[in-house]
């Protein structure tokens, strides 16, 4: 049996199949979809070209983060994914930035089962399990036949690692994961849990809507560059983004954090010299990197190096990703 550390290893080096939680996807129809949705979210929908895809953030009009969103083209309508416990916020988000436009929203959530493969090989067992069919360039996605379902397979990862995101019908999952089972037998693929996938993102220094992120946070203080446009018309928050970007100054940044002794919890403030400067929003024992977690810290004392206390615990900051 393996250990913790074996495990981890073993889905970097070769993948693991996750069930996902329950996930949202929001689908966004009508003949002004592309028009409206490229004026709403923060990345460039304009430029998605049938199965093409992207990571895209919905924002206040301050800027702050109501969701991150992987979005996927599928020619007459978009994909929305997102957490479950989001798709009542963004929809109501969305409903209110339809003012006179041909657009529909539909939940879609209830009829989709997700599962993922994360890990070096994810490709190569895609291939096996579609008898050679070629996955989507990063941030698409294709439809294919895995054990004679039709499923649409996009490429984007959730932690970090290299991923396939399979969207499955209620009925047709089971035997598309057995499928996925019976391709990866030759190429390392382990069976993924809650745990193993918690402990992967936060190595990987991957943020999440409700740890951290939420509506409090600006996208340069999550890092997310990748899911802002630069060059894009505008969107709902572009403002805001645009002004931090220019003066390049945010008062918090992200930050990875190794602790010396006691793992705390989420919510835990950050000190540093008696005066509170941040607070920890994930954390985690890993086999590989000691007790470690993320959050925010004043800007200033964001550097790899810095020691900050968690109560009687000490910290130090440490450059993200923990893995490479």
């Not at 009009?61 to 020619?75: E, K, P, T, V, W």
């Not at 499955?168 to 693929?189: D, F, I, P, T």
């Not at 951290?212 to 018309?233: H, I």
Request: with cysteine.
């Amino acid at each position: 049996m393996r250990g913790p550390a074996e495990h981890l290893a073993a889905i970097r080096s070769g993948a693991g199949l996750f069930r996902q939680p329950p996930r949202g996807v929001l689908e966004v129809s009508g003949s002004e979809r592309k028009r409206w949705l490229d004026g709403v979210v923060s990345n460039d929908i304009a430029a998605l070209g049938p199965d093409g895809g992207c990571r895209a953030l919905l924002l206040t009009r301050q800027g702050r983060i109501i969701a991150d969103l992987r979005i996927l083209c599928l020619g007459e309508v978009y994909w929305l994914d997102m957490p479950r416990a989001a798709v009542e916020p963004v929809l109501s988000a969305l409903e209110r930035f339809i003012i006179a436009d041909d657009i529909a929203l539909t939940d879609r959530s209830t009829e989709l089962v997700r599962w993922s493969l994360d890990g070096a090989n994810a490709r190569a067992i895609f291939s096996a399990a579609t008898m050679g069919a070629s996955a989507a360039p990063s941030g698409g996605s294709v439809v294919v036949r895995i054990a004679d379902q039709e499923v649409r397979v996009a490429s984007f990862s959730l932690i970090g690692l290299p991923a396939l995101q399979f969207f499955a019908s209620a009925a047709s999952a089971e035997r598309v994961a057995e499928a996925l089972r019976v391709a990866g037998g030759r190429y390392g693929l382990v069976e993924g849990d809650a745990n193993a996938y918690e402990c992967l993102r936060i190595e990987m220094g991957q943020p999440i809507m409700g740890r951290e992120l939420d509506d409090s946070v600006l996208p340069a203080e999550a890092r997310l560059d990748e899911a802002v446009s630069e060059t894009k018309g505008c969107y709902i928050g572009q403002e805001v983004v645009a002004r931090m970007r220019a003066r390049d100054r945010v008062s918090h940044l992200l930050v990875g954090l190794r602790f010396a002794g006691e793992l705390p919890g989420p919510e835990r403030e950050l000190f540093h010299e008696g005066r509170k400067v941040g607070e920890v929003t994930s954390s985690v024992c890993s086999p590989n990197f000691g007790e470690i977690g993320m959050g925010y810290l004043k800007a200033e004392l964001a550097s790899a190096g810095t020691s900050v206390q968690v109560g009687e615990v000490g910290a130090t900051v440490i450059a993200l990703p923990f893995a490479s």
